[in-house]
Nanobody, 122 residues
């Protein structure tokens, strides 16, 4: 069973920073990862792309976070990290990790983490 587990959310003041981590696993089995991404959903709003990281190539950021957020991935550790700086109240949302994963001997499929809450408030 492929799992994506996010951590690092919390409450932060405007202008502050947070670091989110997502770890991909499959009960100790081998697997491959292609695209990885971070999305968010704010109350009363639709899902919004935060960052999309292809297996190789440049990361694409959502317009509202460009220049403030940095997404990275460590293929060897099957993790992705989202570093968020200069946070604003409008960044308040549940942040989700997303990845295309192929379990050993299986097929490519898209998976989501359970989400982690980020609240920006004074």
């Amino acid at each position: 069973q492929v799992q994506l587990v996010e951590s690092g959310g919390g409450l932060v003041q405007p202008g502050g920073s947070l670091r989110l981590t997502c770890v991909v696993s499959d009960n100790g089995n081998d697997f491959s990862i292609n695209n990885m991404a971070w999305y968010r959903r704010a109350p009363g709003r639709g899902r919004e792309l935060v960052a999309r990281m292809p297996h190789s190539g440049a990361t694409v950021y959502g317009e509202s976070v460009e220049g403030r957020f940095t997404a990275s991935r460590d293929n060897a550790k099957s993790t992705t990290v989202l570093t968020m700086n200069d946070l604003k109240p409008e960044d308040t949302a549940v942040y989700y990790c997303n990845a295309d994963v192929r379990p050993i001997g299986g097929q490519w499929a898209n998976y989501w983490g359970q989400g982690t809450q980020v609240t920006v408030s004074s």
